[in-house]
């Protein structure tokens, strides 16, 4: 995030949106450039990917967060039925080559 600082004039915006950035933590140094954005009304990361809230700025008053850890969730729920779907399939092959 902090690698297009030469583009931007952090002064002049006091919206930033970043919908649909793929985002997935914010380091120290994109928090240091983000202290910049004096004037900042509204940070907007909806569908970035973030995966906690570290390292955001002190002075920023969070409203609203969703769809946190979505990917997370997402992930360990197809392993967990990935899990449970071999084990049934391993469970039903044992209990139909049981010898008579």
Do not use: C, W
């Not at 919908?19 to 954005?37: G, N, Q, S, V």
């Not at 390292?55 to 969703?66: A, C, F, Q």
């Not at 992930?75 to 899990?83: A, C, G, N, Y």
């Amino acid at each position: 995030m902090a690698d297009d600082e030469e583009s931007i004039v952090p002064e002049e915006f006091s919206n930033l949106i970043l919908d649909d950035t793929p985002i997935t933590e914010i380091t120290a140094d994109d928090k240091e450039y983000l202290h910049k954005f004096v004037n900042l009304e509204k940070l907007a990361m909806n569908a970035t990917g973030l995966k906690n809230l570290n390292n955001l700025p002190e002075n920023l008053k969070i409203v609203r967060v969703s769809n946190l850890f979505t990917a997370f969730y997402q992930h360990f729920l197809t392993l967990l039925f990935e899990f449970f779907s071999s084990s049934l399939v391993t469970t039903r092959y044992k209990e139909t080559s049981l010898p008579s």
